[in-house]
């Protein structure tokens, strides 16, 4: 689909920057647009994604294999990173494209998209079998569906991350994108869809609240400093000039404004509290929709552990000072 192009971010080892069409918003709006006319006029129902749900996790699986197996056949890196079996993990190239795409950002795509479109068919498996939809079935795809457009809607911050900058592509990340994310992360829906009565009313209020709060935090964390990134100490945070710290030459800013003036890691906040919003919409009757939040504390947690190892190594005395403005990493006066 049409999209707005966009350079990257200098890729690690060579200072490359690519250049990309960003089109996730157009592709997944027109989706949105094209599923709810077909199902509102019965043209299309979804609940075989539910019925055959085990059978398209099997055919993922495959696939996820099948097309690492082929990023290795048609590698164009000619040395070895590692022995076979680390290349295929982490992948043999750092940018493979197919058709002049780039695969890394492509893959995205079906892995978000195809997320989405598990969780409404569980919407229509609920309006079909139970008859009606429940409230936390409408909180519950309303916070998925703001989640993604909140995401497309900046979709050119991704190209800031450490995926596309550094990360090679290769199975680790074939089988997170394809598997992993829309499989996962659709957990919490089998326990939504199953709930035949409406969760009380200050109960969903309060899980609103919550949703909206993190998922402020979340998304707003991330875009200021990807915009200090962009257009550094001239970007406004909050209607302020960014406040920074500076090294002695001057070559060296960290960002002391907004969010990141409080916690090093409030982004990883603001993500762990969102996902415990999603797990909300199924009550506490079952631990299980509790799993991915849970295993996001640890993922996370060990990550912002790595990543002040790493700033500290590059920083040095200006992490240190920097930490005794942030004082915390993920959780305030705990860690």
Not at 15 to 23: A, D, F, I, L, Q
Not at 69 to 86: E, P, V
Not at 120 to 132: E, I, K, N, P
Not at 275 to 282: N, W
Request: with cysteine; charged share 15%; glycine share 8%.
């Amino acid at each position: 689909m049409p999209g707005q192009r966009v350079l990257g971010t200098p890729l690690a080892g060579n200072g490359e920057r690519k250049s990309y069409t960003v089109n996730g918003l157009n592709l997944f709006l027109f989706i949105n647009f094209a599923t709810s006319i077909c199902t509102i006029f019965n043209q299309v129902s979804l609940i075989p994604v539910i019925k055959y749900f085990w059978s398209i996790f099997v055919w993922a699986n495959i696939f996820a294999l099948g097309f690492s197996i082929y990023l290795m056949i048609s590698r164009k890196t000619t040395a070895k990173k590692g022995n076979f079996f680390h290349d295929f993990w982490y992948g043999p190239d750092l940018n493979p494209s197919l058709f002049g795409v780039d695969l890394k950002m492509f893959f995205y795509q079906p892995s978000l998209i195809g997320l989405h479109l598990i969780l409404v068919a569980f919407l229509d498996y609920q309006r079909t079998y139970l008859g009606h939809i429940t409230i936390q079935m409408y909180m519950f795809q309303a916070f998925w569906w703001l989640y993604l457009f909140t995401h497309y809607m900046k979709e050119e911050f991704m190209l800031s991350t450490w995926d596309i900058i550094a990360e090679h592509f290769g199975f680790m990340l074939v089988w997170g994108d394809m598997v992993y994310l829309p499989f996962l992360y659709s957990l919490c829906g089998w326990y939504v869809a199953d709930e035949k009565e409406d969760m009380a009313f200050l109960h969903a209020l309060g899980v609103i609240a919550f949703h909206a709060v993190f998922h402020y935090i979340f998304r707003v964390s991330n875009w200021q400093k990807y915009y200090f990134k962009k257009y550094g100490k001239n970007h406004k945070i909050w209607g302020k000039p960014c406040q920074t710290l500076e090294s002695e030459n001057g070559e060296t800013r960290l960002l002391i404004s907004g969010f990141w003036g409080v916690g090093r890691h409030l982004n990883y906040t603001g993500e762990i509290g969102t996902y415990f919003s999603f797990a909300l919409c199924c009550g506490f009757s079952n631990i299980i929709p509790y799993l991915l939040p849970v295993s996001l504390i640890i993922l996370l947690s060990h990550r912002a552990h790595r990543d002040d190892k790493r700033c500290k190594k590059k920083y040095g005395a200006l992490w240190d000072k920097y930490c005794r403005i942030a004082k915390f990493k993920i959780f305030p006066y705990f860690y």
